[in-house]
């Protein structure tokens, strides 16, 4: 077993571990014979208890199908106790979950230290470089401010415009009365501000005589900075903000009523209703709205841009959720600020020390910072996007997970040569990059012999899957297991093609190469070989269907047009409200994801720089190295290209006349007569090793080998051999190949 991996946060200590939990057998029934005795009885793994008449045998005629041991359930009404269920689960929770639960708990903990004291050395820094120096400008305007105030309340100023206002219409009686009423005014308020004046003279004299020097100097600092506050000029405040406020309001049914109404979703007569309240959720509002009759989510989504503009925000701050209990439901998620723009911070990778690639791992967060797990078990993934929007970081990212797994078997190509994934040169078992041959090497021709070899490796597997012990493969299925059995070699394999169109549209083998990714996509995921493919130019030409129908799960970073992500995402994905289009050019590595799980929605992806990625496959190339699990272009063994290139011409060439079958040790002897330099390594190897080179080196051809029974001194042996028809028979499918090319 492999213990369960972590994934700290960069900057913090590792040796955090996540708990999993554990699987206990459960009886499948109830045991009432006597114990057996030691190593009598026992039940070994793959092996039933008692063993059952197997009803294909001939032998088995006598033996009938019994009746169901749980007969069908009658369908009756829901009772009152499944009603009461159904109504506890629509209750809502009492506390939210960042209080119940531990981590929640932990994380806005951590979110207060940080934002909290990254305020407090905000302001200290700034308090005797900046804060000091206002206040000392600004004290006198205030104790300016604060006199003339006093001044204008002392002598009533006030009621100034009102006696005028009397003068002017000539109103004697009115004015003798506010004279009377003023002259009042200002005789208390005389009063009452020299009496204030002498007990503050008082109070000033008192602490310069008495007070101790820190007490005078603390009340000084006190006052001038009471001065320097009121002194500060409204466009040039006192104190600067730590953090930025972003513009975010009280959210009212007022106005999602009045957003919906410029939507035309209602109208007055109609109105919409709200079957929850409007609460905060994260950094935004929660609203869930119960549409009209006859208006649907779909609806919604055609409106998102007029919802939005209803509601006074940029589209970008709106999310809109289908809610399966009702078509005419939407549940909407408004945040404070544009969410996508905020970068999603360093990979978690940089952090863990291994991957377990048979689990979902750190890929990025949502649009509300949730962690998104990815996982490549099962399925082919297309990643697609206009240039410069993260479309090879987002894949890289995930090449990286599995590179960390020392048992997983990495293909990497890319189409564009750049140097986006060059270091991965470290722990790829095959490698290319460009369409352009050099110092010898053509990377297409290494692409097409790697994807063939792969499809020998892919119809082995599932032979060698069906033909595996109970005990070893349950159901006929890869397990963590296998596929990290050194001796069986049926490793979790990821083949990444970046900028597939390059190949896909080479004048030679371009045909050849979209047959084989088009197979592997359909058909490899099933024995743990999954496909990886990204592009720019998803059109029919570049990228054709037939290849991206292919991948179960698609991911769409920013591209030009709604048709370009539907083309992507699949067709009517944009009536389900997911048009990567929409996008911004900020909202880099952001991308729309579909088909990886029962959910869609928005990932913005983790970012792995160029230095990152290196310090992620230096460490997985020594992890590689210590489990022994470094193969192929990374420990520098060939795939011997110039024998695949002529192996059928060879073999055939060795055959001897009227030879029908022949065992693949004695090809490989004159293979190595016939040609040393590149068959000789071959010759000196142990019989089975042997054998075993040339079994390979025809795999991509389609040629398996076969069990030849051959009398020798009177002894009858049997050893692994070729037919000469099947050689003949991939002889002639190469050439019509080539003619068709």
Same mark, same amino acid.
């Given at each position: 077993?492999?213990? /369960?991996?972590?994934? =700290?946060? $960069?900057? +913090?200590? %590792?040796?955090?571990?996540?708990?999993?939990?554990?699987? &206990? #057998?459960?009886?499948?029934?109830?045991? /009432?014979?006597?114990? =057996?005795? $030691?190593? +009598?009885? %026992?039940?070994?793994?793959?092996?039933?208890?008692?063993? &059952? #008449?197997?009803?294909?045998?001939?032998?088995?005629?006598?033996?009938?199908?019994?009746?169901?041991?749980?007969?069908?359930?009658?369908?009756?009404?829901?009772?009152?106790?499944?009603?009461?269920?159904?109504?506890?689960?629509?209750?809502?929770?009492?506390?939210?979950?960042?209080?119940?639960?531990?981590?929640?708990r932990t994380a806005v903990r951590k979110w207060a230290v940080r934002h909290y004291s990254a305020v407090v050395g905000y302001h200290a820094v700034r308090l005797p470089l900046v804060y000091t120096p206002k206040i000392v400008v600004y004290s006198p305007r205030g104790a300016w401010r604060w006199s003339t105030a006093i001044g204008r309340w002392v002598f009533d100023a006030e009621?100034?415009?009102?006696?005028?206002?009397?003068?002017?219409?000539?109103?004697?009686?009115?004015?003798?009365?506010l004279s009377r009423q003023r002259n009042d005014r200002v005789r208390l308020r005389g009063i009452v501000a020299t009496i204030a004046a002498f007990i503050?003279?008082?109070?000033?004299?008192?602490?310069?005589?008495?007070?101790?020097?820190?007490?005078?100097?603390?009340?000084?600092?006190?006052?001038?900075?009471?001065?320097?506050?009121?002194?500060?000029?409204?466009d040039r405040p006192l104190i600067d903000l730590a953090k930025v406020t972003f513009r975010k309001r009280r959210l009212s049914s007022d106005i999602i009523t009045r957003a919906f109404e410029a939507a035309r979703l209602t109208m007055k007569d109609q109105g919409i209703a709200f079957p929850r309240p409007i609460g905060r959720d994260g950094d935004g509002w929660r609203v869930v709205v119960d549409l009209?009759?006859?208006?649907?989510?779909?609806?919604?989504?055609?409106?998102?841009?007029?919802?939005?503009?209803?509601?006074?925000?940029?589209?970008?701050?709106?999310?809109?959720?289908?809610d399966e209990t009702s078509a005419r439901r939407v549940s909407m998620w408004i945040a404070d600020r544009d969410p996508l723009a905020v970068p999603s911070g360093k990979s978690p990778l940089l952090g863990a020390t291994r991957v377990d690639f048979w689990k979902p791992f750190p890929w990025g967060v949502d649009e509300r910072g949730n962690p998104v797990m990815a996982t490549m078990l099962w399925l082919s993934l297309l990643v697609g996007a206009v240039p410069r929007q993260g479309k090879t970081f987002s894949a890289r990212t995930i090449a990286l997970a599995a590179a960390l797994d020392p048992y997983v078997r990495l293909y990497v190509f890319d189409g564009k040569a750049s140097p986006d994934w060059r270091k991965f040169a470290l722990v790829a078992h095959r490698i290319g990059f460009?369409?352009?041959?050099?110092?010898?090497?053509?990377?297409?021709?290494?692409?097409?012999?790697?994807?063939?070899?792969?499809?020998?490796?892919?119809?082995?597997?599932?032979?060698?899957?069906s033909e595996l012990p109970l005990h070893i493969?349950?159901?006929?299925?890869?397990?963590?297991?296998?596929?990290?059995?050194?001796k069986l070699n049926m490793p979790l394999t990821l083949f990444v093609v970046d900028e597939?169109?390059?190949?896909?549209?080479?004048?030679?083998?371009?045909?050849?190469?979209?047959?084989?990714?088009?197979?592997?996509?359909?058909?490899?995921?099933?024995?743990?070989?999954?496909?990886?493919?990204?592009?720019?130019?998803?059109?029919d030409k570049a990228c054709p269907s037939e290849l991206r129908d292919q991948h179960q799960a698609r991911f769409a970073l920013r591209v030009g047009a709604y048709q370009v992500s539907d083309t992507i995402l699949g067709a009517g994905s944009y009536s389900e409200g997911l048009d990567a289009s929409k996008l911004l050019k900020s909202h880099k590595g952001v991308g729309l994801l579909k088909g990886m799980s029962d959910d869609s929605g928005i990932v913005r992806t983790?970012?792995?720089?160029?230095?990152?990625?290196?310090?992620?496959?230096?460490?997985?190339?020594?992890l590689r190295e210590a489990e022994g699990t470094l193969s192929g272009d990374a420990a520098g063994e060939a795939p011997a290209p110039e024998a695949s290139a002529t192996i059928l011409d060879d073999v055939a060439a060795v055959l001897g006349k009227g030879e029908a079958k022949v065992w693949s040790e004695t090809i490989v002897d004159r293979l190595a007569d016939l040609r040393p330099e590149v068959y000789g390594a071959w010759a000196e190897l142990e019989p089975k090793p042997k054998a075993e080179a040339l079994s390979n080196a025809l795999k991509p051809f389609g040629i398996g080998t076969v069990q030849i029974s051959r009398r020798v001194d009177g002894d009858q042996l049997n050893k692994r051999g070729i037919k000469r028809d099947d050689i003949a028979t991939a002889i002639t499918e190469r050439n019509k190949k080539r003619d068709a090319g």
């Open positions: 077993m492999t213990e /369960t991996t972590a994934f =700290p946060p $960069p900057d +913090e200590p %590792e040796g955090t571990e996540n708990r999993t939990a554990e699987v &206990l #057998p459960f009886p499948l029934k109830k045991k /009432t014979d006597p114990a =057996p005795a $030691p190593g +009598e009885g %026992e039940v070994k793994p793959g092996e039933w208890e008692a063993e &059952l #008449p197997d009803t294909d045998d001939p032998e088995a005629d006598d033996v009938t199908d019994g009746a169901p041991v749980d007969p069908p359930r009658e369908v009756y009404p829901p009772s009152v106790a499944e009603w009461m269920e159904a109504k506890d689960k629509a209750r809502m929770p009492v506390l939210p979950d960042w209080v119940k639960l531990p981590d929640q009621g100034k415009s009102l006696r005028l206002a009397a003068v002017a219409s000539e109103d004697a009686a009115e004015y003798l009365k503050g003279l008082a109070a000033a004299l008192t602490l310069y005589v008495m007070a101790p020097s820190w007490l005078l100097l603390l009340s000084i600092a006190a006052l001038t900075t009471t001065l320097g506050v009121v002194g500060a000029p409204a009209p009759y006859g208006k649907t989510f779909a609806d919604a989504v055609n409106a998102h841009e007029r919802l939005a503009s209803g509601i006074d925000i940029a589209p970008t701050q709106l999310f809109l959720d289908k460009g369409i352009v041959p050099k110092n010898g090497f053509d990377p297409v021709v290494h692409l097409l012999t790697s994807l063939r070899e792969l499809k020998a490796d892919v119809e082995d597997r599932y032979h060698r899957l493969c349950p159901e006929g299925k890869l397990t963590p297991e296998i596929s990290r059995d050194p597939v169109q390059e190949y896909l549209q080479h004048p030679e083998h371009g045909k050849e190469i979209l047959s084989l990714l088009v197979y592997l996509a359909r058909v490899a995921p099933a024995v743990g070989v999954s496909v990886m493919t990204s592009t720019q130019k998803p059109d983790y970012l792995a720089d160029g230095r990152d990625a290196e310090r992620i496959l230096t460490r997985a190339a020594a």
